[in-house]
C-alpha cells in the first residue's frame, strides 16, 4: 500500500489553468492516475498512465489536460488548461486503477 497525498486545487475563472501534483510514500510500479467526482456524479478516470508512458485521457479532458510523471515515480501532475466549469469537482490521485490506492482528493471549482 502506498499513500497519495494530492496539493494545487483551487478555484479559477473559465479559462484558467492548473497544476495537481500527487506525492506518493514511496515509487509506484503501477499505473498512475487521476480520477474526479463531481457533486452527485460517479467518479471518473481523467487520465492516466503506465510503464509504457503512453498518456490516456478521458474525452471530456482530451486536448487540455496533461497527465506526467517523475523518473523517481513518486510524483505524478495533472496540468490543466482552458478549465470550465463541467471541470468543477474533487479530483483525486490515484495508484492502480480502481482496486489501487487512493489520496484525499483536492477540490478544483471553475467559476462561470
Known amino acids: 500500500q502506498v499513500q497519495l497525498v494530492e496539493s494545487g486545487g483551487g478555484s479559477v475563472p473559465t479559462g484558467g489553468s492548473l497544476r495537481l501534483s500527487c506525492s506518493a510514500s514511496?515509487?509506484?510500479?503501477?499505473?498512475m492516475a487521476w480520477y474526479r467526482q463531481a457533486p452527485g456524479r460517479q467518479r471518473e478516470l481523467v487520465a492516466s498512465?503506465?510503464?509504457?508512458?503512453?498518456?490516456n485521457y478521458a474525452d471530456s479532458v482530451k486536448d487540455r489536460f496533461t497527465i506526467s510523471r517523475d523518473r523517481r515515480s513518486r510524483n505524478w501532475y495533472l496540468d490543466m488548461t482552458r478549465l470550465q466549469p463541467s471541470d468543477t469537482a474533487v479530483y483525486f490521485c490515484?495508484?492502480?486503477?480502481?482496486?489501487?490506492?487512493w489520496g484525499r482528493g483536492t477540490q478544483v471549482t471553475v467559476s462561470s
Open positions: 490515484n495508484a492502480g486503477l480502481e482496486s489501487g490506492d
Open positions: 498512465i503506465g510503464a509504457s508512458n503512453t498518456p
Open positions: 514511496k515509487a509506484v510500479f503501477r499505473t
